[in-house]
């Protein structure tokens, strides 16, 4: 039993090393700017054509929702209007940024882990490393500045389209003008509403990204190995955002 | 000169290399042969620093391979090309991108890349495969795509890991041909890992046999098919029963 726990909490210490010497490489290759400079663009553009269908499809539905949840909880006692801040509101500040966030951890964190996974375990990485490429610097600074530069991007569409759903819900299945939901949604508006939905996409993406190639780069033994990694990756990842969004809300609000 | 002296190393609890020493001499074809999970290739891979010993030492050129900085590993590979296993290809990219992809690393200007590139698929009778990707060729010819990715390099020393595993006897003898031809036109060093005793007897200048993490004998051609030890015996005359564990091959676990 004792035992049992040494052993665990070994395991767990190990593995936190590993994740630290990781990070410490990551940082220093950001310093091989020539290699990492040019493939950057690649992976935006592949993480953004991922990424951006996910997102409207979820924001145009949690929109929606939003709209119709709100009106309901309001049962009258409260003016109609303020369907249009809370659906403001709690797409700006939440479920922009967590529920895309959750999505592109299994789109975007699954392909990195599976790719780079791939690539170890048929030696593509050990080949790099012989042709005297940082593995570091070329594939994995790439996905990481990729991922931390586009989420935000990828969010702010998916914040500016779920309140457009929300809006033509409103208008359409409530009895809701446009200028009450505008009303609504500037009532309470801050600035900051937009900047912490960005901060936390942002947040998201470096974590998901990193935890994708970590896991990736430290997988061993043929296809299975490949499919155990990526499912743990996206596993902590989502974990991962969960906690971050509740340390973003203790730390910045 | 590539020096082994006295290599350990282990993953966990196996011990894979245990006292390894063995020189490979300027110019000559060292073949290494030895039982799968031996650890053939975990020696291999010392040599380029993708592994780092436990204890002992890799000497190439007099530069302890472990002890070099980022910059000196980049100089060292630079002039080391490793053919892998399973040829290792991006499979992203195209042949010529691959073979071009250590080219630009050395800053080498885009007329000449596309001269080596030329020339190196060339020297592996490749020559229109350009354009094409990993996944559109056979076993056979991505491993010499793999071996024109590490000539282009012009690399003093090759590394080939089970250059013929996997390969039909035709297409084995074809490789085995293009090691002895790149050999001939480049002059360079080489250390083969393989289990193929004919590849090893076509390609070999010596062999020398891993067993149990470290050299069981090394010696030419003819002195290792005249040997007297039981265990080189069995495993160059293939015969399942004998004085070798090939199971336990690898050095063994330590506890
Ligand atoms: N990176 C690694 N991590 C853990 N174990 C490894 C690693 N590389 C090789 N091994 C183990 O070392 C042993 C020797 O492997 P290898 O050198 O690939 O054998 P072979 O002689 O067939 O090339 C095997 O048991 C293998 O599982
Ligand atoms: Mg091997």
């Known amino acids: 039993m004792y035992n049992l726990v040494a052993v665990r909490v070994a395991g767990w210490i190990s593995a936190l090393g590993r994740a630290g010497h990781f990070l410490s490489d990551v940082t220093r290759s950001l310093r091989d700017v020539g290699t990492w400079a040019g493939l950057t663009a690649v992976q935006m553009r592949r993480i953004g054509v991922q990424s951006l269908p996910i997102a409207v499809f979820i924001s145009i539905f949690t929109g929606i929702v939003l709209a119709l949840l709100s009106s309901y909880s309001f049962t009258g006692a409260v003016p109609l209007y303020f369907v249009g801040t809370f659906v403001g509101k709690a797409m700006m500040l939440e479920l922009a940024p967590v529920l895309v966030g959750l999505a592109l951890a299994g789109r975007v964190g699954a392909n990195i882990a599976a790719e780079l996974g791939t690539m170890r375990v048929t030696e593509q990485v050990d080949a790099l490393e012989t042709l005297a490429y940082n593995p570091h610097a070329y594939l994995v600074v790439p996905r990481v500045v990729a991922a931390t530069s586009m989420f935000p991007v990828v969010v702010a569409l998916a914040m500016a389209v779920g309140m457009g759903a929300g809006w033509i819900a409103s208008i359409s299945l409530l009895e809701l003008s446009t200028p009450d939901f505008v009303k609504g949604l500037r009532l309470f508006y801050q600035f900051k509403d937009v900047w912490f939905g960005l901060v936390k996409a942002m947040s998201f993406g470096l974590v998901i990204a990193l935890i994708g190639c970590h896991k990736g780069l430290s997988t061993r033994g043929g296809a299975e190995g490949v499919g155990r990694e990526t499912t743990s990756a996206v596993v902590l990842s989502a974990e991962m955002i969960l906690v971050l969004d509740a340390f973003w809300a203790v730390v910045l609000l | ?255």
Not at chain 2, 91 to 101: C, G, I, K, P, W
Not at chain 2, 187 to 211: E, F, K, N, P, Q
């Open chain 2, 1 to 255: 000169m590539i020096v082994f002296r006295n290599v350990h190393k282990r993953f966990g609890t196996k011990q894979v290399l245990q006292g390894f020493s063995l020189d490979v001499k300027e110019g000559e074809t060292m073949v290494v042969i030895g039982y799968s999970g031996s650890g053939k290739s975990v020696a291999l891979k010392h040599v380029v620093g993708l592994l780092a010993p436990d204890e002992g030492e890799v000497e190439v050129d007099g530069r302890i391979v472990h002890q070099l900085d980022r910059a000196g590993l980049v100089e060292l590979r630079s002039q080391i090309g490793f053919v892998f296993q399973f040829a290792a290809l991006f499979d992203s990219m195209t042949v010529r991108e691959n073979l071009a992809l250590g080219l630009r690393r050395q800053k080498v200007n885009s007329r000449t890349i596309e001269e080596r590139v030329r020339e190196s698929l060339a020297l592996v009778d490749l020559m229109g495969a350009e354009d094409r990707y990993p996944a559109e060729l056979s076993g056979g010819m991505r491993k010499r795509v793999g071996l024109a990715r590490a000539i282009a390099l012009r690399p003093r020393y090759l590394l080939y890991d089970e250059p013929t595993t996997g390969l039909d006897p035709v297409t084995a003898a074809v490789i085995n041909e293009l090691m002895v031809r790149t050999r001939e036109r480049l002059g360079v060093t080489g250390i083969v890992v393989t289990h193929d005793m004919t590849s090893a007897y076509r390609v070999a200048d010596r062999i020398a046999m891993l067993y149990r993490g470290a050299i069981r004998q090394v010696g030419t051609v003819e002195q290792v098919q005249r040997t007297h030890d039981p265990i080189v015996r069995q495993f160059i005359e293939g015969r399942p029963e004998g004085a070798a564990d090939a199971e336990g091959a690898a050095a063994g676990t330590t506890r």
